[in-house]
């Protein structure tokens, strides 16, 4: 069974930065992608970042120039680096994989970490 444990949450406040890790219990070279996804009190959850097998980056609107996802394959970690944060960042913040197998998708994800940026 995968497992993805996400780490670095915390209270901040607007402008500054955080760094949250995720780290997964088989190689992340293993998958397809993996990525950060988002969700605020009554709010869908929102896909931030993604990072594919071969390294292309994509980002929602909202953060780019200021989020930042990269890998370090060999500690089999996945990170996203938030910068000039805002109150709108405040959200529960996820890790998931993505692996594809024989056609069809098997998706995982982690348990959370709390983001909490204050004005």
């Known amino acids: 069974q995968v497992q993805l444990v996400e780490s670095g949450g915390g209270l901040v406040q607007a402008g500054g930065s955080l760094r949250l890790s995720c780290a997964a219990s088989e190689s992340i070279l293993s998958f397809n992608a993996m990525g950060w996804s988002r969700q605020a009190p009554g709010k869908q959850r929102e896909l931030v970042a993604t990072?594919?097998?071969?390294?292309?980056?994509s980002y929602v609107d909202s953060v780019k120039g200021r989020f930042t996802i990269s890998r370090d394959n060999a500690l089999n970690t996945v990170y996203l680096q938030m910068n000039s944060l805002k109150p709108e960042d405040t959200a529960v913040y996820y890790c998931?994989?993505?692996?594809?197998?024989?056609?069809?998708?098997?998706?995982?994800w982690g348990q959370g970490t709390q983001v909490t940026v204050s004005s």
């Open positions: 990072i594919s097998w071969g390294g292309s980056k």
């Open positions: 998931h994989a993505r692996r594809v197998v024989g056609g069809l998708d098997y998706d995982y």
